[in-house]
């Protein structure tokens, strides 16, 4: 599922950011979030649940259902019973931030491509990247990347200070470093221009990528094509958490291997409602954009 929209304060200023890490319509935080996992764990894992609508690609399947009885068990697993037969599953919740913001790193599976096919910065403007940059001092660089070249070592211990006149002050080891920088354009066109003349693998026009904004840790990712990267990171809050981050919505997971009716139940599904006697989800197919729909009720 496609994240919009990232929603910060910064000081007197409220940033509006678009990222693939936030829902268009969560303005919750990290601990406001987590507090919506516990309740809602606390409330499907007590009692039997039955389902009382089950749409999957448009046909209604709510009848192959009829008669079991869905217990979320503590230990994670999903049990389904009708006094006759039954299956096993499992069940979890979880913050769903849909970033493949590493997705080129040695660990991950994912390929840097998918990752330059989100548009992760829809409404940010050069003003916020302005103002995030000039927020915290100390920014360094945690990814470089040029050529299928990993070069972020070769910057190990340079910290970078952007001023809102375009000016930047690098400085390493003692040393001192002038440079500029520039960003003009909207949404996902923002070019950055940066002329540092003693650290040539920065000089260069990127395309700003997204702004991702944590508690104690904010990103700023350039592009250039699909390969070449540079990502600014700061080990700084900007804005007010209150205590937790904000990213991420959240994901009701369930997963049953067979029987196949069942299996149509596995994926991760996004939370539309919820109470302590009704859930209701759905699914937005990432081929198609069908919606499948699904609810539980207490029994």
Not at 139 to 156: C, G, Q, R, T
Not at 202 to 220: D, P, Q, R, Y
Request: with cysteine; aromatic share 10%; net charge negative.
């Amino acid at each position: 599922m496609k994240k919009n929209i990232l929603i910060y304060g910064l000081g007197m200023v409220t940033l509006f950011f678009s990222a693939c890490t936030i829902d268009a319509d969560d303005g919750n935080n990290f601990a406001n979030l987590q507090a919506d996992i516990e309740t809602i764990t606390n409330n499907v894992s007590t009692g039997s649940w039955v389902i009382t609508n089950f749409i999957d690609s448009g046909k209604n399947e709510t009848g192959d259902f009829t008669g079991y009885g869905f217990s979320f068990n503590a230990d994670g697993s999903l049990v389904a019973d009708n006094a006759t037969n039954n299956a096993t599953g499992t069940w979890s919740i979880t913050i769903d931030d849909d970033s493949n913001d590493d997705s080129n790193d040695d660990s991950s599976s994912s390929s840097l491509n998918d990752d330059n096919s989100d548009d992760d910065c829809n409404n940010c403007s050069v003003s916020q990247l302005t103002d995030v940059l000039t927020a915290c001092s100390g920014w360094y660089v945690d990814k470089l990347e040029l050529n299928d070249n990993d070069l972020e070592d070769n910057l190990n211990g340079y910290t970078f200070d952007f001023s809102a006149d375009g000016t930047m002050n690098v400085s390493w080891n003692n040393n001192e470093y002038s440079g500029t920088w520039e960003a003009s354009g909207s949404g996902n066109n923002i070019q950055v221009e940066i002329t540092i003349t003693d650290i040539g693998d920065l000089e260069a026009t990127w395309t700003l990528h997204e702004i991702e904004l944590e508690n104690g840790e904010s990103k700023v990712d350039l592009r250039i094509g699909g390969d070449d990267r540079l990502r600014f990171k700061n080990d700084c809050t900007i804005g007010n958490f209150s205590g937790g981050s904000s990213f991420g919505d959240i994901d009701f997971n369930i997963f049953f291997a067979s029987p196949a009716d069942f299996a149509e139940l596995s994926e991760d599904w996004d939370i539309i409602s919820h109470s302590a006697s009704k859930i209701e989800l759905k699914h937005v197919s990432g081929g198609d954009g069908g919606i499948d729909l699904l609810t539980f009720e207490k029994n």
